[in-house]
């Protein structure tokens, strides 16, 4: 297996387990519905854990633009590699929410909410505030790659195989703590992708894909991503 195909698998499995956490407590006549926060911030901790344990040899399983930009950024990427990461992550992106679409296929007509079918593929803000919510997306992404440049330097968690559970651990807390205001995308990939497939799909009565909102949980985690980096390498050297 390449990087690319890598960063496609891993990007898939990411988006299969954290979509499909958000889809089984919204979505109407899920065994799982209404179970609450926790689980979706648990299934998004989880899914970048298993994501990222199974390509990190082959790829380092970045599964993120804003990780790949702030990985280059901080000199421990190439840049020339940059593109072809960035479009496997968005091609794995929209083939995870495909399979969460067909996995829920018999609950779309169930469920009448049309933000709560969005919510399953892509971010909606608690409170619209574009201005706020991409101060939000910005510290989050920030804490994601200062957090996983700082786990990454350290030789014991890699050579025992614990960091994509630490990195994993990492967004488990960025979720619980920061994701309530925006549903913190911090991954651009993880949210144009879906949010696409939303827009293609044949999902009965899905309302609108907010193209209008799509642009926040894009610039936010380029943006929190690379002063991440810079952050990173200002404090603890590249």
Known sequence: MNPFTAEVVGTMLLVLFGDGAVAAVLLNKSKAQNSGWIVIATGWAMAVAVGVYAVGRISGGHLNPAVTLGLAIAGKFPWRQVPGYIAGQLLGACLG????????????????????????????????????????????????????????ANNAPAQSGLTPLLVGFLVWGIGLSLGGPTGYAINPARDLGPRLAHALLPIPNKGSSDWAYSWVPVLGPIVGGMVGAIAYVGLFGA
């Open 97 to 152: 929410a495909g399979l969460v679409w067909l996995a829920y296929h018999a609950h779309w007509r169930e469920t009448e909410d049309t933000v709560a079918k969005l919510s399953v593929f892509s971010t909606v803000p608690a409170i619209r505030r574009l201005p706020a919510n991409l101060v939000t997306e910005i510290i989050g992404t920030f804490a994601l790659v200062l957090g996983v440049l700082a786990i990454t």
